[in-house]
């Protein structure tokens, strides 16, 4: 059974304790929070007054816990499907000339809208 004296030992830590923590909010100040915040610094909620109206929407610096979870799984999912996906290789020459025929036939063909557009909007010619 613990004594009187390691009671009141404990107690005084409690206190020492909840004292640092507060410290440290008045600190910490309404900052945003960071990854490394703890329970005892997040806000717990919004404090906002009756009638107050938002000017910006709310800016997240982190995912909750069971999105990163999710975020990670779909990415392990996708590099074990499409293997490691980095930055796309050069295309080779013969890919780079399709490219650019396909390129120019699409160039042409609009041209080819845009005029018979402005062909059918022309005022019929008088005599």
Not at 16 to 25: F, P, V, Y
Not at 77 to 83: L, Q
């Amino acid at each position: 059974m613990p004594t009187q004296r390691y009671l009141r030992y404990l107690t005084e830590r409690k206190k020492k304790k909840k004292e640092k923590l507060r410290q440290k909010r008045d600190e910490a100040g309404d900052g945003p929070i960071t990854p490394r915040a703890g329970p005892a610094e997040a806000p717990k909620a919004d404090c906002v007054k009756f009638g107050e109206v938002a000017q910006d929407i709310p800016h997240f610096t982190t995912l909750p816990k069971p999105a990163k979870k999710l975020a990670a799984a779909r990415a392990a999912a996708a590099s074990a499907r499409y293997g490691e996906v980095g930055a796309l290789a050069e295309p080779s020459a013969a890919a780079k000339r399709i490219l650019e025929e396909e390129r120019q036939r699409v160039i042409e063909h609009y041209r080819k809208l845009k005029l018979a557009r402005m062909l059918s909007q022309l005022p019929p010619a008088s005599k």
